[in-house]
């Protein structure tokens, strides 16, 4: 069972240059005392049989497969557009144009 000092709280708080009080000491000992054992008790569940996860649940890929199915071609795409240059739609300037 872990059990954290006054003195060692005091040590931490010096480190992360935290000002904490006498009274504030007691207390914040008392609480990392509450997590230590709280950590402790989580490494006595974990053993060596149950492999380390990321998630609880085993995630999969919910993409279907990638199937070549017939499509129209670019001429086809393109028969339908108001205007074409090069094999591509052709759509008005919006950005750096000057009016």
């Given at each position: 069972?872990?059990?954290?000092?006054?003195?060692?709280?005091?040590?931490?708080?010096?480190?992360?240059?935290?000002?904490v009080?006498?009274?504030?000491?007691?207390?914040?000992?008392?609480?990392?005392?509450?997590?230590?054992?709280?950590?402790?008790?989580?490494?006595?569940?974990?053993?060596?049989?149950i492999p380390?996860?990321?998630?609880?649940?085993?995630?999969?890929?919910?993409?279907?497969?990638?199937?070549?199915?017939?499509?129209?071609?670019?001429?086809?795409?393109?028969?339908?557009?108001?205007?074409?240059?090069?094999?591509?739609?052709?759509?008005?300037?919006i950005?750096?144009?000057?009016?």
């Amino acid at each position: 069972m872990p059990t954290i000092s006054r003195d060692e709280v005091a040590h931490l708080a010096k480190l992360a240059r935290l000002a904490v009080t006498d009274e504030e000491l007691d207390v914040f000992a008392g609480q990392l005392d509450q997590i230590l054992d709280a950590v402790a008790k989580v490494g006595q569940v974990a053993d060596q049989d149950i492999p380390p996860t990321s998630h609880a649940v085993p995630l999969t890929n919910v993409f279907r497969e990638d199937v070549v199915k017939p499509s129209l071609s670019q001429q086809q795409a393109l028969s339908g557009a108001p205007a074409e240059e090069e094999g591509r739609f052709r759509v008005p300037r919006i950005l750096g144009e000057e009016q």
